[in-house]
């Protein structure tokens, strides 16, 4: 470019000669070139630059997709290895509370079955399912928790408890132990 410039100022002395116009013209060509050459200079400078950029874009979109793309492979694996993991933690969760529903339905289901024979003794009065008032004075025990039941007829054995119906209730427990008294219990709650 440079030299183009340099070629041009010379073949503007040539053609001029060497007149007084001459300096005119030289001092003119002189002038007018170098800023010819800088907008050309410039105008080079930025298509390149141009150039560069759409160049390196290009390059950002592919290693972007390709990142992009490694990511989407590397979040798949992570997910199926995190199903995976959820699949056995559930499948262990299931079976300690499989055996444990076991383990509480062996150790339960004697005093259930105590509690089931006792009943049958309350069933007359207060109801098959609890849900009588004894003959028509006591309270309706459906609904009762163990613990509240426990204490009712415990407190009925010693005598401590009841009302108008605790004559009649302190000779029904009279003979119930206290594990009697539990199982009769249980299975009063799940009326």
């Known amino acids: 470019m440079k030299k183009l410039a340099v070629g041009l100022v010379m073949v503007g002395l040539f053609l001029v000669g060497c007149s007084d116009d001459k300096k005119e013209s030289t001092a003119s060509v002189a002038q007018n070139t170098p800023a010819v050459v800088v907008q050309e200079e410039k105008a080079a400078v930025v298509e390149k630059a141009k150039e560069e950029m759409a160049a390196v874009a ?3 979109q592919q290693s972007s997709a390709a990142v992009a793309e490694e990511v989407k492979k590397e979040a798949a694996v992570a997910v199926e290895n995190v199903k995976m993991e ?98 009769l219990a249980q299975h009063i709650a799940t009326f």
Not at 94 to 102: G, L, M, P, R, S
Not at 116 to 122: A, D, H, M, R, S
Not at 131 to 147: D, H, N, R
């Open 58 to 60: 290009v390059q950002v």
């Open 86 to 183: 959820a699949a056995n933690a559930t499948a262990a969760v299931e079976q300690k509370v499989e055996e444990a529903t076991q383990a509480i339905e062996e150790a339960v289901a004697p005093v259930n079955q105590r509690g089931i024979e006792l009943y049958v003794k309350c069933a007359a009065c207060h109801g098959t399912n609890a849900e009588k008032k004894a003959l028509g004075t006591s309270q309706v025990i459906k609904g009762w928790s163990a613990e509240q039941t426990a204490s009712a007829l415990k407190g009925y054995k010693n005598k401590t408890y009841g009302g108008a119906m605790k004559t009649i209730m302190t000779t029904q427990v009279a003979t119930l132990s206290d594990e009697d008294i539990e199982a």
